[in-house]
């Protein structure tokens, strides 16, 4: 039983579309983060929402969307897709209140290829 | 401005030798040090960590060291074996330093050889 799951594990689209990457954790985590991973394999945290919360919010064109339904499930949405958002997106879910250590749990990755 | 940084992008060593990894930081407020071991086509998942008030923790062939004067911390593998090749982050958190986000490195892929 997979504890952090993320929809699709790959998505080929057009530049132009719009596109969604669903995760959902069944670890009971009250936090759950979306990072990006490019080219240079540098994972970079992109949005963190506690308790269906926002509170990490980084420098990331509007045209990235998520959204928290409840505690288990963070959706990423993608409008007008460009070349550049090319990348591996991982989600992530951790208990934050459990302390400054933040174990994170990833799930397996949603390979991105814009053409 | 890179808080967490690993200098060494990939690491060789041969079965049955130690690996050493290597990271730097910069902010002096992380209180947590943690390393991630990713394969490929799989999702970062947590090796071993740290606290910033201790300069070592063991785990089976995994320790880490904390060397926190000179803002740096080391993955030592004894012995290595091929299922350790993969790639590693090194990750700060702290609810002072970064509000409980962790701070990911850029990652060393380490290849042990048979």
């Known amino acids: 039983d997979t504890a952090v799951s993320q929809t699709p594990k790959y998505l080929v689209t057009q530049m132009g579309n719009d596109k969604s990457i669903k995760c959902e954790q069944n670890?009971?985590?009250?936090?759950m983060y979306w990072y990006k991973q490019d080219s240079k394999k540098f994972l970079k945290i992109m949005f963190s929402y506690n308790n269906k919360e926002l509170i990490i919010n980084e420098t990331v064109p509007n045209r990235f969307s998520p959204k928290s339904p409840d505690k288990a499930h963070l959706n990423l949405h993608i409008n007008s897709l460009e070349l550049g958002d090319s990348a591996v997106y991982f989600c992530?879910?951790?208990?934050?209140?459990?302390?400054?250590?933040?174990?994170?749990?990833f799930g397996a990755g949603t390979r991105l290829s814009v053409l | 401005d890179q808080q967490v940084k690993q200098n060494s992008p990939s690491l060789s060593v041969q079965e049955g030798r130690i690996s050493i990894l290597n990271c730097d930081y910069t902010n002096s407020m992380f209180d947590y040090f943690l390393w991630y071991k990713k394969y490929p086509a799989e999702g970062p998942t947590f090796l071993i960590s740290i606290s910033s008030i201790k300069d070592k923790n063991e785990d089976g062939r995994f320790t880490v060291f904390l060397n926190k004067s000179a803002k740096h911390l080391s993955l030592h593998i004894v012995p290595s074996q091929p299922g350790d090749s993969a790639v590693y982050f090194c990750?700060?958190?702290?609810?002072?330093?970064?509000?409980?986000?962790?701070?990911f490195g850029d990652g060393t892929t380490l290849t042990v050889k048979p």
């Open positions: 670890l009971g985590h009250d936090t």
């Open positions: 990750a700060a958190s702290g609810l002072r330093a970064n509000a409980g986000k962790s701070t």
């Open positions: 992530a879910s951790s208990h934050l209140l459990a302390g400054a250590k933040n174990i994170q749990y």
